[in-house]
């Protein structure tokens, strides 16, 4: 069985996708647990691949038993193994975490969305595992049109950010295409293991350097790297508060991640970090992504979209981190795309939950929050002290490497631009506090709340919201706590030397 773990992680998902689509017409009540089970598995198969690969070093699948080039292979190194647990996770949890919202947004669509949902997070995955560069593309395709349509079936604005979302996220995709059909003209090949052996060989080349900016720029977009992140703010803003909590946590840092894999695992890190020539460029791009998100956010008045700006932050610091060029920081990147999947997750919970009790999401309408969803607002709290990055949650450990890796590579700029954002952040989530404990409470607050909750108006979101919202809150102590040891068995094995 444990042969065919990367088979499993993308073909499970996908093929029960096409069930649920059918269950949809003959039997709603068995969409949930199908989808369930289906990421079960793949989370199952993602643990289980990752301990392979932490015992045996990296491991090649081929599909049908075709041998690459002509046939597609699926690889798992230290890199995606991690990355491939945490997407894995972050998708389950918020799947059993969301099955209350799901039917309250999604009435009467429960099928279409778990439908998507399970067409979301198998692209995901499958970008994650391929080691061919155009089945990447395949799967980018495969994701990306399910998230249009899952932020589009929102209220009001979302079908207009969504279409926006669809526009921008064509361009990027382009881009990437065309930078691989410019390597498949250079290498005569395909599969990632192929173009990396033939690549030193044939350097320098124009058509190699054109290839890597493309397929750069291309990521840059889909990451919503500032100023590329148009799409990003209205697009989780609008949408129904279970699709913003799925797409969130996992479309930049999987963006993120190719970019770390193209350009150390298809081109010579050499080629990449010397013979381009734009990681300062990149690290001062990082450093206005990390102050005008954090700026924007302050300007913000609903929580989904402040967080949503913080995203926008989040992204410069893992580009950042990357371009710094050096091991600390690179281990702060990777580590921080573990960290934000589980952070972002974790808040935008905390948001959906707060939707589903008071239908509202401005900050004028979470007078009493706390008073009213102490459970929820403890958990929301732990995950914004880790973005924040507060020990000992997970957001400070990866906020040390990088910062220890932008004083290694003397880039003061960076550790400024970071601390800045950290305390932004600070100033952004205490406002919440401010405005959900201390603020007077409207009137008729009290006797209404009464009546709709015990203990003095208390109305918490579902156990279910609050059993997986507090998971997510409380892996960000346990990644903190270990952190050390994520990044001494795994992380340092993902950097090549």
Not at 185 to 210: C, E, H, K, Q
């Amino acid at each position: 069985m444990k042969e065919h773990f990367p088979a499993l992680i993308v073909v499970t998902p996908l093929i029960m996708a096409l069930l649920v689509s059918a269950m949809s017409w003959l039997n709603k009540k068995l969409c949930f647990p199908t989808t369930v089970l289906a990421l079960l598995v793949s989370l199952l198969s993602s643990i289980g691949l990752l301990l392979r690969v932490m015992s045996e070093g990296t491991v090649r699948y081929r599909l049908g038993g075709w041998s690459p080039p002509w046939g597609i292979a699926y690889e798992a190194d230290h890199l995606n193994g991690l990355i491939l647990v945490v997407v894995s996770l972050a998708a389950f949890l918020n799947l059993i975490g969301s099955k209350a919202l799901v039917a309250k947004e999604f009435d009467q669509k429960e099928g279409p969305f778990y439908t998507l949902y399970l067409l979301f997070v198998t692209g995901l995955l499958g970008i994650l595992v391929t080691g061919d560069a155009f089945n990447l593309y395949v799967l980018l395709e495969i994701a990306s049109l399910s998230g249009y349509a899952l932020i589009g079936m929102g209220n009001g604005r979302a079908s207009l950010a969504g279409l926006n979302y669809v526009f921008m996220g064509t361009i990027g995709a382009s881009f990437y295409l065309l930078g691989i059909g410019y390597l498949y003209l250079a290498t005569g090949s395909l599969n990632m293991a192929d173009i990396s052996a033939i690549l030193p060989g044939i350097l320098p080349s124009n058509v190699v350097f054109l290839a890597f900016l493309l397929c750069l720029s291309g990521m840059l977009i889909k990451m919503a790297f500032f100023p590329l992140h148009g799409w990003l703010p209205n697009a989780y803003t609008h949408a129904f508060s279970t699709a913003s909590s799925l797409v969130a946590p996992l479309t930049t840092k999987v963006m993120i991640y190719v970019m770390i894999r193209i350009s150390f695992f298809v081109f010579p890190p050499a080629f990449v970090l010397t013979g381009v020539d734009i990681s300062g460029a990149l690290v001062w791009f990082a450093v206005v992504a990390m102050v005008m998100g954090s700026v924007l956010a302050l300007s913000q008045k609903r929580l989904k979209r402040m967080l949503a700006y913080i995203i926008v932050a989040e992204v410069g610091y893992m580009v950042g981190g990357f371009w710094l060029g050096n091991r600390l920081g690179m281990n702060g990147a990777i580590l921080h795309i573990a960290n934000d999947v589980m952070m972002t997750l974790c808040v935008f919970l905390a948001a959906g939950a707060i939707s589903y009790k008071i239908n509202d999401d401005r900050f004028s309408a979470l007078q009493g929050i706390f008073r009213k969803m102490p459970f929820t607002m403890a958990f929301f709290m732990i995950g914004a002290l880790s973005i924040i990055g507060v020990p000992p949650t997970c957001g400070f450990f990866s906020k040390w490497y990088l910062i220890s890796g932008g004083i290694a590579a003397g880039q003061y700029g960076f550790v400024a631009a970071l601390l800045f954002s950290s305390l932004v952040n600070a100033v952004l989530f205490f406002r919440i506090v401010e405005i959900g404990y201390y603020e007077p409470f409207p009137e008729g607050h009290h006797a209404h709340h009464a009546r709709s909750g015990p203990k003095g108006g208390m109305a918490e979101a579902p156990l279910g919201m609050l059993v997986s919202l507090g998971i997510t809150a409380g892996l960000l102590i346990v990644m903190g706590i270990y952190s050390g040891d994520i990044v001494n068995n795994i992380i340092q094995f993902a950097v090549p030397l």
